[in-house]
């Protein structure tokens, strides 16, 4: 579907973080390159936030990840992994990122989802119908929900040239522990934030 694009259109982009990660992770055993995606998917409009929701585990061995995210002009929301005393595990920020979308709504004129979740079909279709925004999907199509896909005003397929947003070399969140690999997981960061810096995020009022 043709939408509208021009350079003064208020964006926001809500990123699924987990969602994002383990599509890159199962389908091309790869990090995904978050600062890439958010470049593109802005396509030289107005950015007024962009949040990426992301889960910290026991290790707390994603802090680079975090780190580099930040250093992108990406806002970090931070949630706790939950462990239960079943040993089943909780990790999700589905109704968050939905709240804060429809928080932030009324100031933009495009929203732009980063997941593939077949859950957001719901948020879709409140932001187009309620608030009259352009909402735009992005994500790897071979793991994305048809549902959202359809629901959508446009939809971005990380597929069709996964190599843009996925970074082939080391490793973000850390393949070797300790100091060595703290300090390569370093390096990364500095260099991802180096060369895909998005733009300066202008905060909500």
Not at 26 to 42: C, D, P, R, T, W
Not at 61 to 79: N, P, V
Not at 174 to 187: F, K, T, Y
Request: aromatic share 6%; glycine share 10%.
């Amino acid at each position: 579907m043709a939408i509208v694009k021009h350079k003064e259109q208020r964006v926001g982009i809500f990123i699924d973080a987990q969602n994002l990660y383990h599509s890159g992770k199962n389908l091309y055993h790869s990090k995904v390159n978050f600062g890439a995606i958010v470049k593109e998917a802005l396509d030289g409009r107005k950015l007024v936030r962009a949040v990426a929701y992301v889960i910290k585990t026991e290790s707390g061995e994603e802090s680079a990840f975090f780190d580099a995210l930040t250093k992108m002009g990406i806002e970090t929301k931070i949630k706790d992994l939950q462990i239960f005393s079943s040993g089943a595990k909780k990790a999700d920020w589905d109704v968050g990122m939905a709240i804060d979308a429809v928080k932030l709504s009324p100031k933009l004129d495009a929203v732009i989802l980063v997941t593939g979740d077949g859950d957001f079909v719901p948020l879709v279709e409140y932001l187009q119908m309620h608030e009259g925004c352009q909402v735009e999907v992005s994500s790897f199509g071979k793991s994305t929900s048809a549902k959202l896909i359809e629901a959508a005003d446009h939809f971005s397929d990380l597929d069709i040239d996964p190599n843009k947003y996925l970074l082939r070399v080391g490793s973000m969140l850390g393949r070797r522990g300790g100091r060595e690999g703290g300090r390569e997981d370093s390096r990364e960061a500095k260099n991802v934030g180096r060369t895909e810096k998005v733009v300066r995020v202008e905060k909500a009022d």
